[in-house]
């Protein structure tokens, strides 16, 4: 039914004292249809239900021999570890409720160990100091989880003296140091200080690194690390800084071209000589919602620019799928223009090769790409008036419509179009690339890539 209705507010019992009634007139929408349920990939095989049935697996991935496979959910934060060929649920990890990254696990090398990291609310109050007003902060309960991955156990709780508030976990390369990104703990009038340390998992030693370095990218070698500099004021960057890994000493810093520019992404290429390095570039300071795109293709021994290309779209940023793609190319994709568009550059001069149409989908995002190079693969977020209408909250998913994933070849030919499980959002693949899982509601499949592509919309 659609329309208006009047709506009357009376608060006859409120003890405070008299209210008078209000009304009001609302519009009446119609109710948003069921999401059409189309036949998913046949490429989907074998699948592993996760104890939470209700809401999706966020973020999933193989151990190095492609013998388990593990998933976690958000924002319930189960983590479920099964074996690949039977289906068997091996472990599972209960980690704390509460709102942080999807990405929220790191495994060690061999695939024993797993750490999760707590952020938590922590406990602030409003201080005065010096006559201005300030926040006290403390974090008791945030820290980093070491937990057997084989048991589901926890092995122990890692936690600065006092404690910092963890607001996030990477792992280098070849998993031999964790680093953390940290808000420190105290009374402050400003914004709360944020620090990096690092854990070498060997030795179990932290070092606390530069204020200079800000989510540092490690190199495939592990011997050298590259971060954005920020200006003094924290809110542009001022140059790109080069070190040593794992002493983190400076070896060059790298300017950038005049103007005022913002975060974007650095990635170091598979053969470690090459930075791929996109950031925005505003008409003035101040001024966030209007800004070009560069991409630079550094060499990372003489700190030379070797290939440029300025992003066509404005007030869009690349979303950089993959280092290298036949080792030749690199692989962009749009992020805000409509319809969405994968690009490839050729490496190292950044001059364009190939331009494929996506669709029109909400968001797009990199999914997989193949281990010899041949191909990449997009999550496509299908457009959905019920996503734009749900805010926040638990998710209806009957209104949801089910994501696909565009295959796109090393020529820019669209290979195949698959439509994914309800919830899919996802998506790793096995080292021998002939396997990928995909995270869905309450579920991780397998998806049979061993087979050639079908080039067709399924």
Avoid at 255 to 270: A, Y
Avoid at 335 to 362: H, N
């Amino acid at each position: 039914m659609e329309g208006t209705a009047e709506i009357t507010l009376e608060l006859n019992d409120w003890i405070a004292g008299a209210v008078f009634p209000s009304k009001t007139i609302v519009d009446i929408l119609p109710a948003i249809p069921l999401a059409e349920r189309r036949p998913v990939s046949r490429r989907i095989g074998q699948r592993f239900i996760h104890p939470d049935r209700d809401v999706a697996v966020f973020n999933v991935g193989f151990s190095p021999e492609g013998s388990r496979i593990i998933g976690s959910n958000y924002p319930k934060n189960t983590i479920q570890v099964w074996d690949s060929k039977t289906g068997e649920q091996l472990a599972t990890i209960e980690t704390p409720d509460e709102l942080r990254g999807l990405d929220f696990w790191k495994s060690n090398r061999d695939f024993s160990r797993l750490y999760t990291w707590e952020e938590t609310v922590g406990e602030s109050e409003v201080v005065q100091v010096d006559g201005q007003t300030a926040t006290k902060a403390a974090y008791p309960e945030s820290g980093i989880s070491v937990w057997d991955i084989s048991s589901g156990k926890l092995i122990e709780t890692i936690q600065s003296s006092p404690p910092n508030q963890v607001l996030g976990l990477s792992i280098t390369p070849r998993k031999t140091h964790l680093i953390s990104l940290e808000n420190l703990p105290g009374t402050f009038v400003d914004k709360r200080p944020q620090i990096h340390r690092m854990l070498n998992l060997e030795t179990g030693e932290w070092t606390l690194l530069s204020d200079d370095i800000s989510n540092p990218v490690i190199d495939n070698a592990e011997q050298r690390a590259v971060s954005f500099v920020p200006d003094e004021s924290g809110m542009y960057i001022a140059g790109i800084s080069v070190v040593a890994f794992p002493s983190f000493s400076e070896l060059q810093r790298l300017n950038l071209p005049p103007g005022v520019h913002g975060l974007g992404g650095i990635q170091i290429t598979d053969d470690n000589n090459h930075l791929i390095v996109d950031f925005r570039t505003y008409e003035r300071k101040g001024e966030f919602n209007k800004w070009k795109t560069t991409v630079l293709c550094i060499e990372l021994e003489t700190g030379k620019q070797v290939g440029k290309y300025d992003f066509p779209f404005d007030n869009d940023s690349p979303l950089i799928a993959r280092d290298q793609l036949s080792n030749e190319t690199i692989v962009l994709g749009t992020w805000r223009a409509s319809p969405k568009r994968v690009i490839a550059l050729q490496f190292p001069e950044m001059e364009p090769k190939w331009e494929t149409e996506l669709g029109d989908y909400v968001g797009v995002a990199p999914g997989l790409v193949s281990p010899d190079g041949q191909w990449t693969a997009f999550r496509c977020q299908v457009k959905s008036t019920a996503l734009e209408a749900a805010g926040v909250g638990p998710v209806d998913w009957d209104l949801v419509p089910q994501n696909e994933l565009k295959i796109i070849g090393a020529d820019g030919l669209l290979l195949e179009t698959m439509v994914l499980p309800v919830g899919a959002m996802s998506l790793a693949i096995s080292n021998d690339g002939k396997t990928a899982a995909v995270g869905a509601l309450g579920s991780v499949y397998l998806l049979d890539l061993s087979r050639p592509f079908e080039n067709e919309r399924e």
